[in-house]
């Protein structure tokens, strides 16, 4: 019994290494491109990181931002906001703007709330005055500003987005929130 021991481990261990001199070697056959399994098929792609084009935010073809310029307690006062244009490329054609809300909001423009932005070049950058009433300290709404271009064929676009009442957002909410939370604990 203990040679049929010893004679079943041999067995399996002789077992192992055919199987894995065999898969070694078929490795090398398939790398090769001598022949290709049918699960191996697809051509093998090879990455050139170099010439990857890095798009962030930051090398957007079009960045806005939108701020208050001046915001009212009260519904029935003028809100001024300036939305602020940056383009990065050349674009084909004029920039288009518009500034748009929710319509349950009942937010009343009194300037013009879309446009075209004329003779935009590189690195140039345009602001576009509003005048609202219905947007104040007074109640939550949101405004979202768009402007956008083609550009061979492509369009490309950015938005800013401004709250009557920032101080009700998760970015100024979240630090208070974090720090009492770190007093509660002792962190």
């Known amino acids: 019994m203990p040679g049929q ?14 199987i894995m001199i065999t898969g070694f ?32 935010k930051h090398l957007a073809v079009i960045r806005s931002e939108i701020e208050a310029v001046q915001l009212p307690d009260q519904d029935s006062d003028v809100a001024i906001l300036k939305a602020t ?13 518009r500034l748009y809300w929710d319509s349950d909001m009942q937010v009343e423009p009194i300037s013009g709330t879309e446009g075209e932005l004329n003779g935009s070049a590189v690195g140039e ?3 576009v005055e509003f005048r609202l009433r219905n947007f104040s300290h007074a109640s939550k709404k949101v405004v979202t500003f768009l402007v956008e271009s083609r550009q061979q064929g492509r369009q490309f ?4 987005i401004i709250s009557s009442r920032p101080e009700d ?19």
Do not use: H
């Not at 676009?157 to 800013?160: E, F, K, M, V, Y």
């Not at 720090?179 to 604990?185: I, K, N, Y």
């Open 157 to 160: 676009g950015s938005t800013a």
């Open 25 to 56: 070697y078929l490795g090398r056959i398939v790398e090769s491109g001598d022949i290709q399994l049918s699960s191996m098929s697809a051509p093998k792609r090879k990455y050139d990181f170099k010439n990857i084009n890095v798009v962030g």
């Open 85 to 97: 244009v940056y383009l990065n490329q050349a674009v084909d054609e004029n920039l288009s703007y």
């Open 125 to 127: 950058v345009q602001t």
């Open 5 to 18: 021991l010893k004679l079943n481990k041999f067995f399996w261990a002789l077992i192992s290494l055919v």
């Open 169 to 187: 957002s998760m970015e100024y909410i979240a630090p208070a929130k974090m720090e009492s939370a770190q007093q509660a604990t002792n962190f």
